[in-house]
Every structure is written in C-alpha cells, then in structure tokens.
C-alpha cells in the first residue's frame, strides 16, 4: 500500500509505503522480513523503475511521509509498532523506546 509520494528537482518520483510477502515495483521482488515492512520505490519522471528499498526486520514498520529537497535528497517517517521494532535506513539502526514509535531519517544517496 502506497501513502505518500515526492518529486525531486530532477523529476524522479519517490514512493513510500509498507507491504506483507513480497512486492515487485519494476526492479524484482522486494521480500518482507515479517510481518510488514516499508518501502521505497522510486521512479524517472515517465515511470521507469530506478530503484526499491525495502526496511524493517520482523516486527510491522510503515513508511507515511516522503520528501526530496532542492539537492535532491530524500527524507522519510513512519512508525515502528511494537518495542522490539528496529530500522536502519542507512546510517545504523534506529530502536523503538516502547510501543508506536515514529522515526524521521534522511536517506544516504
């Protein structure tokens, strides 16, 4: 399930959201590590595929909010449910401190 998409300067479209099993944007299959996990996904300005990222480890994760500033970085937040969630979007680990956690991370290019 999609919730958010952003357009960088460059006209790429990112996409943010969370899936079960397995989703396949264009790139292969992205595989959930358990219950739900959230994704990346983005896009050339006439729809082809660049790339897909998939976060979070056995515990539900939702990626809710996207966004790409005047460099072309991007940004993500969501929330992590449970206290035993984790996530890492590239810079180490972010633990939850207890249940229905949220998080806010720029991604490394």
């Known amino acids: 399930m999609a919730h958010d998409v952003a357009i960088d300067p460059a006209g790429a479209i990112h996409v943010v959201g969370r899936f079960g099993g397995s989703l396949d944007l264009g790139g292969g299959a992205l595989v959930s590590a358990g ?6 996904a983005s896009f050339e300005g006439a729809g082809q595929h660049l790339a897909s990222r998939r976060f979070g480890d056995a515990c539900p994760h939702f990626m809710r909010d996207v966004a790409t500033d005047a460099s072309g970085n991007v940004a993500v937040a969501g929330k ?3 206290s035993s969630a984790s996530i890492d979007l590239g810079n180490g680990p972010l633990v939850s401190a207890g249940e229905l956690d949220g998080f806010v991370g720029k991604l490394p290019p």
Not at 35 to 40: I, P, S
């Open 80 to 82: 992590l449910e449970v």
């Open 35 to 40: 219950m739900e996990d959230g994704f990346l």
